[in-house]
């Protein structure tokens, strides 16, 4: 919106066309969703704890987690509301991948809205039934992925690069590149929303792989650097450098009253949303080997809930204390900020190495 408002002006005013730029507009952008969540967010505390939308604790779970029930849940709606009204004021509307990402992101935070809303509201334990989430997923993460490849104009846009290795690529039929943004997509939310079990945890990563992403879009929608750095051109994709700004800008501000001890939680409407924001703008701009690098510690997650329920259902026996694997390392000992910064440190180090493939391939 306010992209074409600027280049209206622009026609009298050279000043203007300045916003034109991207990089000027992922500035303003990280800005403009941090203000707005600050400004938004204790309101919205207090709504939620007016309400008692307050969140539920595993009585399995670390006993230190019991001061945590009644603690504000569905906190990610704050960050999903910033992530659209700054994406639609500098954004270009024009842009179809913009219109896709916002798509898959805000469709997967209907879908843990709808599970949150049953828990914390109708006291309904469950949530959303497995099979429906998964479903609803599918159905979200395959029209993304059919759209994609049926909007695709290049080769390049359609194939599986490998990090570090600068000539090797895999050209990808259409079944095969649906079903990869399909595992990207559904696998990333899923092993956010996992990985968000303590204060801080799930945010800051999301945030520096969000920030990552932003560069590796801006690089794939830019010809001259695409061309240099040997990684695909994306005729486009540099817009979503926008919408990952906007990302990290509401998740900075939002791990805000995240931190330890948390004013709120995001719930599954913040994690499964963020989660396939990640994976469809790596779909987007061919990087899905970089993002599970970077993405390490939601793998490791992820890999550690698996391990365990194909352990305790095999053999009986359990390979952790608890999964996900955070739990497990407050169970030996660790106390919860140590799991969270330590996580926080790995997940930095992951990022570096993600953004070192943009030269050394």
Known sequence: MLLALTQWLAEDIRFFSVFNYITLRAVLAAMTALIISFMVGPAMIRKLTAYKIGQSVRSDGPQTHLVKAGTPTMGGALILVSIAITTLLWGDLHNHYVWVVLFTTLGFGVIGWVDDYRKVVHRNP??????????????????????????????????????????????????????????????????????????????????????????????AGNAVFSKYLGIPYIPGAGELAVFCSALTGAGLAFLWFNAYPAEVFMGDVGALALGAALGIVAVIVRQELVLFIMGGVFVVEAVSVMIQVASFKLTGKRVFRMAPLHHHYELKGWKETQVVVRFWIITMLLVLVGLATLKLR
Do not use: C
């Open 126 to 219: 469950n949530g959303l039934s497995a099979r429906a989430k998964m479903s609803w997923q599918s159905i979200i993460a395959l029209i993304a992925g059919f759209y994609l490849w049926n909007t695709a104009t290049l080769p390049a846009h359609t194939e599986l690069i490998v990090p570090f290795l600068k000539f090797l690529v895999f050209p990808l039929p259409a079944f095969m590149f649906i079903v990869l943004a399909y595992f990207v997509i559904v696998g990333t939310s899923n092993a956010v929303n996992l990985t968000d079990g303590l204060d801080g945890l799930a945010i800051l990563p999301t945030v520096m792989v969000s920030g990552a992403l932003a560069i590796f879009a801006y690089v």
